[in-house]
Structure formats: C-alpha cells, structure tokens
C-alpha cells in the first residue's frame, strides 16, 4: 500500500502499516532513505503542530513527581524547551556526550530488521510528525511525542542506554531464529510499559506509559491493574493487548537488572519458551498466576 498514492512517488522504502489495518500510514515514507531514515523537516511544523506538542509535554511534565522513575525525570529536561518540538540535531549532540547515542527521524513505523539494525548502532528512530489536535489523548501510531518524551529521556541512562543498544543486537539474531514475537513481548513489557520498585514506591519507566496521560497514574496507581516481579520467560509467554491500558505489568528491581537478566545469550531460552507455550500455553493479558510475587499499590 502507498502512504503517498496521487501526492508524491514513494521513491526509496515501503511504508510500514500498523497491526493489520487498511488504513494507509501517516508518514511520507518517499523521504525516506534506504535504512528508513529520514531529515527531520523542521520547517513543516505549523504552529499548531507546536502548540500540540506544547500542551502534551506540559500536561506529562505536571504528572512525572511520585510516578515516573528519578532517572527519567532528571533527564526530560535534556529534551530542550517545552514549548515547541524540538530540532533532533540539538538533543543528539547532548546525546552523544551522554550515552554514545543519537535519534534520527522516521517518517513512521519501520521494518524490525530496519528498527534493530538502528537500535544496535545507538541510533534511536523519532517519528517526525505530530498528532493532529483531536488525537491529543490517544494517537494509533507514535508519533514524535511518544518518541521523544517517552523514549529518548532514559536514553541519557548509562545502563538503560547499554540495554537498548543490546536489545537491538539481539532482535538482529532474533530475526535469523525466528523469535520475533517473543522478543516483541520484552520490548513491550520494559522499553514501552515497564514498571520499576524504588524506595519510594513502584514508579514508571516504559515509554507507553510515560506519553500516556491516562495510563501513567493507571500503571503505577490503580487497583484494576496487575504488578508482577519481572521474570523474562513469563514474560515472553505473555500476550498483550494495544488497544487499552495494560492489565498485567512487570516491575524490574533496577535497569541493572534488566541489563543483566537480558544479556545471555537467548537461543536456549527462546526453546524454553517455545516448550512453555506447548505445554501451557500462552498467558492472557491480566492471568493470575500461582506463586508469582506480585507487587501492591
Ligand atoms: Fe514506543
């Protein structure tokens, strides 16, 4: 499907559409270089494409104290000023310093093998365009909102930093042993929806939730919701859901630990798992599980 069919010639990759949907992807994938990469065209933003992004980061930026984690919150304001969306060449510089990393712009969603081919480089791929004003609370697809203010602020963590670079390498081998799937539910269950226990209390650090107005006070706070102490191939049998706020979430100790618990070698576990799921199946969103250690609010 061409995103750009009667505007412009889709002239280097195909669009990425999201989930099985018919509807064409947002982006202008005919920017795109061969590695999905594109320029950030900064001169498109219109006022109101700031204005968007103004509000959004101002109504996440009031919510951060007591739920996300102190690492994501020391480091949001390496985002530049709130006020409009920022020039990515500007955050990668203090990136680099940082951590070794930097974002490039997207036009949208990109191929796995594209995504992890990035991530294994220390090169984090930002969506370039914003919602529209009447997608304000929930947008499909990630947009440079989620991208940025979710993702990029743990990127400047030495030790969150190194474990994206990892997951990255390891969706390259992933991809070669056919374990995409499994290793979609890591990603889902810690970059996106993550939860971490720290002295003060259980507090976010997945992007899903830190972008998310309603889902941040959700996942740390509300009853409804499950909390159970990571364990990598629980987690990788465990289904999810895209379209509403999480029932079961994860909680690691420390990004040490996730750093730690990901670092060998998957293939053995990836059997496992593939043994796990033959015997007993997947595990449904919010399951309760005997003898799990579940965390409470
Ligand atoms: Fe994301």
């Known amino acids: 499907m061409n995103p750009a069919a009667g505007k412009s010639v889709n002239r280097g990759v195909a669009p990425v559409t999201y989930g099985q949907g018919e509807r064409p992807p947002r982006g202008d994938y005919g920017r ?5 990469t ?4 900064i001169g498109r933003y219109t006022a109101a494409d700031h204005d968007t992004y103004r509000r959004l980061y ?5 919510q951060l104290p007591g739920l996300a984690c102190d690492e994501f919150v ?4 390496q985002l530049g000023a709130p006020h409009r969306i920022p020039a990515f060449d500007a955050i990668s510089e203090r990136l680099v310093r940082a951590t070794g990393w930097q974002i490039v ?7 796995e093998e594209a995504f992890f081919s990035l991530l294994a480089a220390r090169r984090f791929p930002v969506t370039d365009w914003i919602r529209r004003p009447e997608e304000f609370d929930y947008v499909v697809e990630p947009d440079v909102f989620h991208d940025l203010f979710g993702h990029v602020p743990l990127l400047f963590d030495p ?6 670079q990892a997951y990255g390498a390891g969706g390259l081998k992933a991809s070669r042993l056919e ?4 290793l979609a539910r890591l990603y889902w269950y810690t ?3 993550g939860l971490i226990a720290t002295p003060q209390g259980l507090r976010a650090y997945g992007a899903g939730i830190l972008s998310s107005a309603g889902e941040l006070p959700h996942s740390v706070r509300s009853t409804a919701a499950r909390r159970v102490a990571f364990d990598l191939q629980r987690l990788m049998r465990s289904l999810y859901r895209i379209d509403t706020f999480q029932s079961t979430y994860f909680v690691i100790d420390s990004f040490q630990q996730l750093f730690e618990a990901t670092a060998p070698d998957f293939t053995p576990v990836y059997r496992e798992v593939r043994e796990a799921v033959a015997r007993d199946g997947l595990i449904e969103p919010g399951a309760v599980r005997p003898g799990e250690r579940e965390f409470s609010v």
């Not at 712009?105 to 191929?111: D, F, T």
């Not at 030790?159 to 994206?164: G, L, R, V």
Request: aromatic residues 10%; proline residues 5%.
């Open 159 to 164: 030790t969150f930093a190194d474990y994206m």
């Open 58 to 62: 101002a109504r996440q930026l009031a």
């Open 179 to 182: 374990a995409c799937e499994l």
């Open 74 to 77: 020391a480091a949001v304001q």
């Open 38 to 41: 594109c320029e950030q065209d």
């Open 105 to 111: 712009g997207v036009p949208g969603l990109i191929p």
């Open 32 to 36: 795109a270089r061969a590695d999905y």
């Open 191 to 193: 970059v996106e929806f």
